[in-house]
Every structure is written in C-alpha cells, then in structure tokens.
C-alpha cells in the first residue's frame, strides 16, 4: 500500500545502465516509490510481484520488447498503465504502443520533467473517480466504475486503462457528437502534438473489443467532426 508521503509505486524498465538509474533517481526525488528492471523478463515478474502502480517501459529490451512485454501483463489480467520510452519517433511504434494497452509514449532523448509530468497525467486519467451513479449504461453496454468493469450483453470486455478512459468519457457524452481535439483534451489531457490519428487508432481499437458476437457499433464516425456515441437499435 502506497503511504502518505509516497506519490505512487512504479516500476522503471530499462535496459540502459545510466537511463535506468537517472530515472530512477530522479522519480525518487519527485517523491515516488521506484523498482528497476533491465530486461522484459524481469520486468513482467517485478510487475506481478510489486505491482505498480505505472510501468515507465523501454520499448527496445534485449530479451523481449516493450510491447511483448505489456501485451503479457494484459493478457495475464495486469491493467497497470504503461508509459513507454523510445529512440523511435514513428507513428506506427505510437499506435502500436497503444494497440497493445499502453497509456502514453515519451520519445528519447526526454526530458526529465515531461517524463514526470506525463506519469502523473496517466496517474490522473486511469485512477479516475466514480460520479453518483457509478453504472453506465449505453444500450447493451455496461460500465461499471467501481469495479473498472466493462461488459456488453452480459460478456466482459477486457480494457486497458485508458480505453477505458475513452470508453467512459463517450459514454457521458452519449448522443452528442465529441471532436478528436475534446478526446485528446478529455481523455489524455494535452494535444499529443496535434497528432490526432492516435484517436483514430484508438476508436477502432476499442470498436474492436466491443464487437462481441457481432454486436452492432455504437461507436460511429461523423466524418470531418468527431465521433457520437448511441444506440441506434
């Protein structure tokens, strides 16, 4: 359990001596609670096992990479958000990145304080807080946000953190049309440079896991506005 004066626990996953350590003494001094590992391997026991409360995640580990890595905790039930680092500035490493269930991107070189800054934007969005009514509901989805569960028609919809984000966020906004530009400010809290295919990406995506057993799309496109989210049965 995180005390008081410990900001939040995270794992620093590395494969980089001195990167490794800078960050890690650099979140310590920011006020965290900070565990490393050098290699994928250890970095998928050390999540299990300490159970961060974010992956600061290298993307290139010399067993395994990153997206392996969080494509594993995924698919073994850990819904830890992940932040990745990279020397790669390349669109389709982001939508990758995020396809697998990451939470944000940070390209190398960074900067120490746009490293920190990024955690605590994904600490904010994925711990979320539960309104009144914490049941959503949008014709046969379900959201529920005390338990951070999805299900549609009754089967569980696996999610990462912040499509859950964005599930929620167009479900509050349910029949009403919401631009990329509102998602990005709503759902990760800062433009991404502009770079608004990351919606895109992250629409089809979660269209994706809400198909169940060929279920209708509730999630539909206005082209050259936004995106609405409604049942149209």
């Known amino acids: 359990m995180v005390t008081n004066d410990v900001e939040a626990r995270l794992l620093v996953v590395d494969d980089e001596p001195n ?7 650099s979140l ?10 050098a290699d994928g391997a250890s970095a998928y026991h ?16 010399p067993d395994m990479d990153g997206f ?3 494509r594993r905790m995924r698919d073994s039930g850990l819904r830890i958000p992940v932040l990745f680092l990279t020397a790669r500035d390349d669109m389709r490493d982001k939508i990758q990145g995020l396809t ?25 969005r994925t711990k979320g807080e539960a309104g009144d009514d914490a049941i959503l509901r949008v014709g046969d989805i379900e959201l529920d946000e005390d338990a951070h569960e999805v299900r549609r028609a009754g089967e569980d919809i696996d999610l990462s953190p912040t499509e859950f984000k964005l599930l929620r ?6 029949g009403r049309v919401v631009s990329k530009m509102q998602i990005l400010d709503h759902v990760w809290e800062y433009d991404w440079d502009g770079e608004a295919a990351i919606v895109e990406s992250y629409i089809s ?22 995106y609405i989210m409604r049942d149209e049965s």
């Open 205 to 226: 995506y979660l269209r994706k896991k809400l198909a169940v057993n060929n279920l209708p799309n509730l999630i539909h496109t206005k082209r050259g506005v936004g």
């Open 100 to 124: 697998v269930g990451g939470d944000d991107y940070v390209t190398k070189p960074f900067g120490l304080e746009e490293v920190v800054a990024r955690i605590r934007a994904v600490l904010r």
């Open 28 to 37: 310590r001094f920011a006020g965290f609670e900070v565990e490393v590992a």
């Open 169 to 174: 966020y167009l479900m509050l906004n349910a």
């Open 46 to 61: 050390q999540a299990r096992d300490f159970k961060p409360d974010l992956v600061v995640l290298d993307v290139m580990l």
């Open 68 to 70: 392996t890595v969080t």
């Open 19 to 25: 990167i490794r350590d800078l960050l890690a003494s």
